[in-house]
């Protein structure tokens, strides 16, 4: 399990966005939804790392009452291209002072419902690449399909899902395998994954190629 918190059989996963929106002084420039879209791309695939499925979401808000709505409608869009109902949302927004800069958290709970098999027993991919800021709006070809992940876990093609974040490659891998691994050439090692541009794979010995056909060319080999 990478950084949810297991409470009675709850799965709690979050993730926060700061001076990426609409405000003047942000420093990455997006539309309001995007930005929280992409904050809940985060918590939804730590749930799935954890083994489980949103069932409420909890918005933390601290851009004004005018973010509110826009907010929701982009965790809506990720639910909606994800074929997926959408949970009941609620929170709080920050409406006595104003802020120069956005920020946002979004924070899932969800209910277990995975097992999750042994990293050592898995053959591991990485699928998508590694970017953050501007070039996650720049490179949308090269971010990681939720929507084939998702269908993946359903069809039970493949066992784990593991979210690279902002320590990069190398050191999700650490935590995964709980020792530091060789990584195959020509991997990104040490940068960020951003918004949950790049997840960590794990797949049976007898269902690799039926995977590699579902991901298509951006799923390459984890270690040498």
Not at 95 to 111: D, K, P
Request: net charge negative.
């Amino acid at each position: 399990m990478r950084n949810a918190l297991i409470v009675d059989g709850m799965v709690i996963t979050t993730d926060n966005s700061a001076a990426i929106g609409e405000k003047p002084q942000d420093i990455v420039h997006v539309p309001d939804e995007v930005a929280a879209k992409f904050a809940a791309r985060v918590a939804l695939a730590e749930q799935w790392a954890a083994g489980g499925e949103a069932t409420a979401i909890l918005l933390h808000n601290f851009s004004g009452e005018l973010q509110w709505p826009r907010y929701v409608s982009g965790i809506t869009q990720l639910f909606s291209e994800l074929d997926m109902p959408v949970p009941p949302v609620s929170g709080s927004t920050e409406s006595n002072m104003e802020t120069l800069q956005s920020a946002l958290a979004v924070t899932i709970i969800g209910r277990k419902l995975r097992m999750l098999a042994d990293p050592h027993e898995l053959e591991w991919f990485i699928y998508g690449e590694p970017l953050v800021g501007e070039a996650v709006i720049n490179h949308p070809d090269r971010i990681a399909n939720l929507r084939i992940v998702k269908n993946a876990l359903d069809l039970n093609q493949i066992e784990r899902v593991w979210p690279i974040g902002s320590q990069g490659i190398e050191q999700e891998a650490k935590k995964l395998f709980g020792r530091t691994m060789p990584l195959a050439q020509g991997i990104s090692e040490e940068a960020s994954g951003g918004p949950a541009t790049c997840l960590l794979i794990g797949v049976r010995t007898s269902k690799v190629e039926e995977a590699k056909r579902m991901f298509g060319r951006h799923f390459r080999e984890l270690i040498e």
